[in-house]
């Protein structure tokens, strides 16, 4: 898609936005607080990550850690090595346990042993740094009211901080496809790809402010979730630049300690449901009885660069001679 059919497409959007968002106060700035998830996951995306972040002058980034993934910090890795650069650049480390635990498909004790084994590396990458700020895998919180109180109450007598979504951009979609498209060199679909990330982002940014003023009868300050991919490497200077403009007067980056001071994030909701979701679509389910469905994943990124069923068959059969 070339750059003026996609300004074209996100003038339209902002069109219908404008309608459905209904009166906003003129020059209202979105504040908003990045988070990572997942972290590490390559060396060569978190230093991207870390480069661009520092760039844009994005304040405090939590990165939340997965120690699973990097294994023995001893031994010396070009993982550990981006890690290190991930903290040495100020931006903190958070609690996302050691292996990435749904707490749908464990015990409570199972989950607080994951939380627990990942503070050794926390303890000693954070460099006397913040980590006790802690996001839930997959943002699943306990399917039962038990369940979900049981880990709360030992976040909280663990000095643990909860790190709930306001805004999720749902960049994971993105990325299988976006590994797919690289496997193949199909740079047309890669371009097609950014671009629906994109207009997807900046929707899922009007359809947040909508619900939080729904909610709130204002606008909070925005906890948006992003994933330390190589998907979300590619596009992270392309989605801050969008950002930038988004509603004209784009948003504005605040620290995630500052968006979290936001009294919206002291109201429990008090929802035990197995089903992830935004702390914005709890809070709408809990004061209206349902929430209103914000911008879907596109179907494409289900079948973008994937061979069709006879193209599979030709490369299956045996080459000639
Ligand atoms: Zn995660």
New binding site residues.
Partial sequence: MSGTALRSITAALWAVTALLVGVLPAHATSELALTF??LPITPEATESLVATLQANSVPEVYG?F?GASLGDISTPSPLLTATRAWVAAGYPLGN?TYT?TDLNRVTVDAFIQDIAANEIPLRDLSQGMHYHLF?Y??LHEGGTPEKRAAVRAYLRANGYTMAPVSLDFQDWAWTEAHLRCRRSGDTEALSRLDDLFIIHALSRLAHARHQSRHVYGREIRFVALL?ATAFQAHILPRLLESLGTAFEEGVRYISTTHALQDPAYREDHGIAREEGATWLDLQELAKYGAVETGPQVPSELGRICRPGLLEQLYRELPVAN
Avoid: E, G, K, Y
Wanted: hydrophobic share 20%.
């Fill in positions: 998830d997942d939340f997965n996302h990435h996001r895998p997959l994933h």
